[in-house]
Structure formats: structure tokens, C-alpha cells
């Protein structure tokens, strides 16, 4: 029973450049959650998706950063035209379908996003 | 604003004492809280959950809600070393679109 999956684990990026990151939910898991935690710091909310829908996306900075969910496949953080200030360790979480004030959070390893 | 507040320590707590951390939260109509574990370098852990106001035990770990005062707490009885970690407390916005958590409290336990 393998759990969240994320990849990579650590991706270098040069400014301007696109990051991709993947995350795949446990199985049967249906709600995927995208955190960025800096240096020291706690996990910031950006992102909530339910299958091909974008629930909650008010910790997504407005402009580069989407996210999506398909029907098939992983979920995917992208991020356009990567700046320093985007470097951090990126958290996918998931959850099992059901009411969300039981939803227990399993996460994935992170992927560590370097931009040089 | 909704916000989750926590201590950011560090707390130190001699191994076998009792470590109390305490968070707070904003949003009233929150009704699930959790306590996640993060050691350096990993991702986080769920240790705890609690919906109801009142104690819930398991095993060494107490977490205690207040809903009137919106204030959630852990207690890790026994405290070990490995136990060294930061703790990062959750809750779930009323309006249930998404989880919030404090910036965590770096627990550490020596020998």
C-alpha cells in the first residue's frame, strides 16, 4: 500500500525556468493538498484539489503558480519563470473522500525546489 | 485573517518530564484539530486529532480542546529523545476548504 508519492525529490532550476512537480495520492485517496514550507517555518497552504476540480486555490500566488488534478494521472504544481524566492520544500498531502472535517493529511516526502 | 498561533520555542524538556505545547486558533467555527510531527528534514506526520472538547489520550501523547477559549494543547508524557522534533498544530476552517497549520513549536528533549 504505498503512500503519497511525490517527484522529483529535489529539483534545481535556473531563474526563468519551469518547475513541474508531481505528487500521486495514496489509493482511493481523492483530495490532494500543495503546502510550501521555507527554511524553519511551518507549512503554508497553497492549493486544494478534488479530482479535476480546484477547491480552494486562495494561498496560490496570483500569477506563475497553477495547479490541477486530472481525472487520470497525478496531480501537478507548475511554476513558471521560477524565482529565488520560489526555492523551499514543496509538501503534497492527501486525504480520503469523504467530510472534510474528518480529513487526516498523509504526506508525501516533498519535493526540495533549488532555483540558482 | 484566520490564523493558527503556536510558540515557535525551542522547548527544552529534560527526558521523563512532561513537554506541553499550545497552540491557538482564530477561526471559532473550526471543528477538527490535529498535532503533526516533523523531524528536520521529513515530511510531516500525523500523531494526534481530536473534534470534541476534552482530553484524548493515546499512548504517551494527551491532546486537550478547548473550544470556548479556541485553544488546543499536547502533552507528551515521559518525554524521550526521540520525541525531539518540531510540532505542528492544525485545524480545519469552518468553511472546510482547507487545513491550516501554525508555524510548529521545535521540541527538545535532553538526556
Known amino acids: 500500500n504505498a503512500g503519497v508519492m511525490q517527484n522529483p525529490r529535489h529539483l534545481v532550476r535556473r531563474r526563468g525556468q519551469e518547475a513541474r512537480l508531481r505528487c500521486s495520492p495514496m489509493?482511493?485517496?481523492?483530495?490532494v493538498y500543495w503546502y510550501r514550507q521555507l527554511p524553519e517555518e511551518g507549512l503554508k497552504f497553497m492549493v486544494y484539489?478534488?479530482?479535476?476540480?480546484?477547491?480552494?486555490e486562495s494561498g496560490m500566488p496570483k500569477e506563475r503558480f497553477s495547479a490541477e488534478f486530472p481525472k487520470e494521472g497525478p496531480s501537478i504544481l507548475r511554476i513558471q519563470q521560477v524565482v529565488r524566492g520560489d526555492s523551499a520544500a514543496y509538501f503534497c498531502a492527501s486525504s480520503p473522500p469523504g467530510q472534510a472535517t474528518n480529513e487526516k493529511l498523509f504526506f508525501g516526502s516533498g519535493t526540495q525546489l533549488s532555483v540558482l | 485573517q484566520k490564523e493558527v498561533e503556536q510558540n515557535s520555542g525551542p522547548l527544552s524538556v529534560p527526558e521523563g518530564a512532561i513537554a506541553s505545547l499550545n497552540c491557538t486558533y482564530s477561526d471559532r467555527g473550526s471543528q477538527s484539530f490535529f498535532w503533526y510531527r516533523q523531524y528536520s528534514g521529513k515530511s510531516p506526520e500525523l500523531i494526534m486529532f481530536i473534534y470534541s472538547n476534552g482530553d484524548k489520550e493515546d499512548g504517551r501523547f494527551t491532546a486537550q480542546l478547548n473550544k470556548a477559549s479556541q485553544y488546543v494543547s499536547l502533552l507528551i508524557r515521559d518525554s524521550q529523545p526521540s520525541d525531539s522534533a518540531t510540532y505542528l498544530c492544525a485545524v480545519i476552517e469552518s468553511s472546510a476548504s482547507k487545513i491550516i497549520f501554525g508555524s510548529g513549536t521545535r521540541l527538545s528533549i535532553r538526556p
Open positions: 489509493k482511493g485517496h481523492s483530495h
Open positions: 484539489l478534488q479530482k479535476e476540480n480546484i477547491i480552494d
